[in-house]
């Protein structure tokens, strides 16, 4: 944002991702395994359309490769950094994927879907002070065994059956700063000419 300092809350950091907690750097991108998104770049900037910042917003679309052999299950967290708290913040839970190559539309629910930050089972949507930029990252999981874990679960209980079961991790990264809303008398977008002053 032009002319405006931005900085991080000083949240929990990436060392506390659930990446940082089951995985270790060489499982990231094992045997080809990524994550994308036809929304966004690695490290680009989330649309407000995916944050509380617009209405009817939804969650951003999501592809993947396929994971390596003997993959069973796939599972996703999106979690914030950078929010104030012992733990990331987390905006999204989600298992029951298929071990393949697939994808999540725009918006689409998916087969099990845990508890946010918030204690919803959806798709969490940013809302952040003005000023505040934070990132938002997506973290995909190859697993090695079926996860029996009911719809509703928390981060905790999810990070706790993935543990020991990780074979490979794709990861995507959005950043996102709330803009500033424009003000009553804002005239910079209003072509003068066009302007019937007469109101006829």
Known sequence: MAGKDTSRSGGSGHGR??????GSPELLGAGGFALTSAA??????????FTADEEDAVA???????PPAGAM???????????????????????????????????????????????????????????????????????????????????ETLLAAM????IAMALLTASYERQESGEEGDWGDVDIDEIDWDGN
């Open 60 to 66: 951003p679309p999501l592809e993947w490769s396929a």
């Open 73 to 155: 299950e796939l599972a996703l967290l999106v979690e914030d950094p950078d929010a104030s708290g012992p733990e990331p913040a987390c905006h999204w839970l989600v298992w029951g994927l298929a071990p393949q190559r697939g994808q999540l539309l725009e918006g689409e629910t998916p087969p099990r879907v845990g508890k946010n930050a918030q204690a919803n089972s959806e798709w969490l949507l940013p809302r952040l002070p003005e000023g505040e930029r934070h990132d938002f990252v997506f973290q995909l999981f190859a697993l090695d065994t079926p996860l029996g874990v009911a719809p509703g679960a928390t981060r």
């Open 163 to 166: 543990d020991g079961h990780v």
């Open 17 to 22: 991702l659930a990446m940082a907690k089951l």
């Open 40 to 49: 966004f770049e690695d490290g680009g900037d989330l649309d407000p359309c």
